[in-house]
């Protein structure tokens, strides 16, 4: 740690201090709880300290977040306060990280993914129902692009609507009135949130691909604190660290964000690493989808040719064999290619002009 922080315990004992940075709201804080925990248990010698701070994503609740124009809405002020040095980790949630983080940042953990996947929410007066039969022009929440373009080609009686706020907010927008019949949120915060139950329906693949890295945390440090980063690296999932390269390289290479509809699903079976990726108009009546996959077995090639500071889009996992990070990572560029070679950029200029004209 650049500046280090001890204190002393009752009995004399010197131990550091690791201040974690982390949004506000409940789902934010029972995430870097449990990154907190974990750390805990393999560091008995490190106090740690949470810092909950408030983002723009947070404060801004009247606009739809692809309207807002900002890049880093969850993430910016968090990144402020480690710039200071007034804390030493942030934990986020991954798909909220941009694919080209500020310099001197990098992504020192990817956690085990949760379930990746889209849930459907019902209003308790349509229990028992799914999308598809749900009655004509029934009103569905969602804040995301990705979401609303998929679900209105798959599901075209439905008309869907903006809803904006944490969680709580959301569900009880839901509960409370009766402006929607459903609402859409990713499975692995109500998870987390010890709200599976709330759970009608989990949308596979064929129904809504989902976001860049969700379902996955990340712990973002200073790229020069080189024993926080050996501190964190334990945590660090090898399955989803390559799958989560692959997505975040295809994002990048797309120039995508969440003002353009882009979606993927990943797979890694067999060591074979299997990406879908997808680009939509708006309304979803234009789309481009492609899978392709790609080895990550490792060719034997010594684990200490690895640069230990290099970064796979925005990721640091020096203990992950750099061969299949590289692999992982050409495998989402050569997607995006494939895709922008038959016209992506072409749909999702579109989407980017129609959203801004909105």
Same mark, same amino acid.
């Not at 390559?242 to 290479?253: D, P």
């Given at each position: 740690?650049?500046?280090?922080?001890?204190?002393?315990?009752?009995?004399?004992?010197?131990?550091?201090?690791?201040?974690?940075?982390?949004? %506000?709201?409940?789902?934010?804080?029972?995430?870097?709880?449990?990154?907190?925990?974990?750390?805990?248990?393999?560091?008995?010698?490190? /106090?740690?300290?949470?810092?909950?701070?408030?983002? *723009?994503?947070?404060?801004?609740?009247?606009?739809?977040?692809?309207? *807002?124009?900002?890049?880093?809405?969850?993430?910016?002020?968090?990144?402020?306060?480690?710039?200071?040095?007034?804390?030493?980790?942030?934990?986020?949630?991954?798909?909220?990280?941009?694919?080209?983080?500020?310099?001197? !940042?990098?992504?020192?953990?990817?956690?085990?993914?949760?379930?990746?996947?889209?849930?459907?929410?019902?209003? $308790?007066?349509?229990?028992?129902?799914?999308?598809?039969?749900?009655?004509?022009?029934?009103? *569905? &929440?969602?804040?995301?692009?990705?979401?609303?373009?998929?679900?209105?080609?798959?599901? $075209?009686?439905?008309?869907?609507?903006?809803?904006?706020?944490?969680?709580?907010?959301?569900?009880?927008?839901?509960?409370? =009135?009766?402006?929607?019949?459903?609402?859409?949120? +990713?499975?692995? &915060?109500?998870?987390?949130?010890?709200?599976?139950?709330?759970?009608? %329906?989990?949308?596979? $693949?064929?129904?809504?691909?989902?976001?860049?890295?969700?379902? +996955?945390?990340?712990?973002?440090?200073?790229?020069?604190?080189?024993?926080?980063?050996?501190?964190?690296?334990?945590?660090?999932? /090898?399955?989803?660290?390559?799958?989560?390269?692959?997505?975040?390289? !295809?994002?990048?290479?797309?120039? &995508?964000?969440?003002?353009? $509809?882009?979606?993927?699903?990943?797979?890694? =079976?067999?060591?074979?690493?299997?990406?879908?990726? +997808?680009?939509?108009?708006?309304?979803?009546?234009?789309?481009?989808?492609?899978?392709? %996959? @790609?080895?990550?077995?490792? @060719?034997?090639?010594?684990?200490?040719?690895?640069?230990?500071?290099?970064?796979?889009?925005?990721?640091?996992?020096?203990?992950?064999? &750099?061969?299949?990070?590289?692999?992982?990572?050409?495998?989402?560029?050569?997607? +995006?290619?494939?895709?922008?070679? =038959?016209?992506? =950029?072409?749909?999702?200029?579109?989407?980017? %002009?129609?959203?801004?004209?909105?």
């Amino acid at each position: 740690m650049s500046e280090e922080a001890s204190s002393q315990d009752g009995n004399g004992k010197v131990s550091r201090v690791v201040r974690i940075g982390t949004r %506000q709201s409940q789902l934010a804080r029972i995430q870097t709880d449990s990154v907190a925990a974990t750390l805990k248990e393999l560091y008995s010698d490190v /106090h740690l300290e949470i810092v909950g701070m408030t983002t *723009i994503g947070d404060k801004i609740l009247d606009t739809a977040l692809s309207k *807002i124009g900002e890049k880093s809405l969850f993430t910016k002020e968090l990144e402020n306060a480690l710039e200071k040095n007034e804390v030493d980790l942030v934990v986020h949630s991954l798909k909220d990280l941009p694919t080209t983080l500020p310099p001197g !940042f990098t992504i020192g953990a990817v956690l085990k993914r949760e379930n990746p996947h889209d849930a459907v929410v019902l209003h $308790p007066k349509h229990k028992g129902k799914t999308l598809e039969t749900l009655s004509e022009h029934s009103v *569905i &929440g969602t804040s995301s692009l990705r979401r609303a373009a998929q679900l209105k080609k798959r599901f $075209p009686h439905l008309d869907f609507k903006d809803i904006r706020g944490n969680l709580n907010t959301r569900l009880k927008k839901l509960d409370e =009135k009766d402006d929607f019949a459903a609402i859409i949120l +990713a499975a692995a &915060g109500l998870r987390r949130m010890g709200w599976e139950n709330r759970i009608s %329906q989990i949308l596979m $693949p064929e129904d809504c691909m989902y976001a860049v890295g969700q379902g +996955a945390l990340a712990v973002e440090v200073r790229a020069r604190d080189e024993d926080l980063l050996e501190m964190v690296s334990v945590l660090h999932d /090898h399955d989803t660290v390559l799958r989560c390269i692959a997505e975040r390289a !295809f994002l990048r290479r797309l120039e &995508g964000g969440c003002s353009v $509809p882009v979606a993927v699903h990943t797979e890694l =079976k067999d060591s074979q690493l299997y990406l879908t990726g +997808a680009v939509y108009s708006l309304d979803g009546s234009d789309s481009l989808k492609e899978t392709m %996959q @790609t080895s990550i077995t490792a @060719t034997g090639k010594s684990l200490e040719g690895v640069d230990e500071q290099l970064q796979r889009v925005g990721v640091t996992a020096s203990k992950i064999s &750099g061969e299949a990070q590289d692999r992982a990572e050409r495998l989402g560029t050569d997607l +995006a290619n494939l895709l922008l070679s =038959k016209g992506a =950029k072409e749909i999702l200029t579109v989407a980017r %002009q129609l959203n801004d004209a909105r």
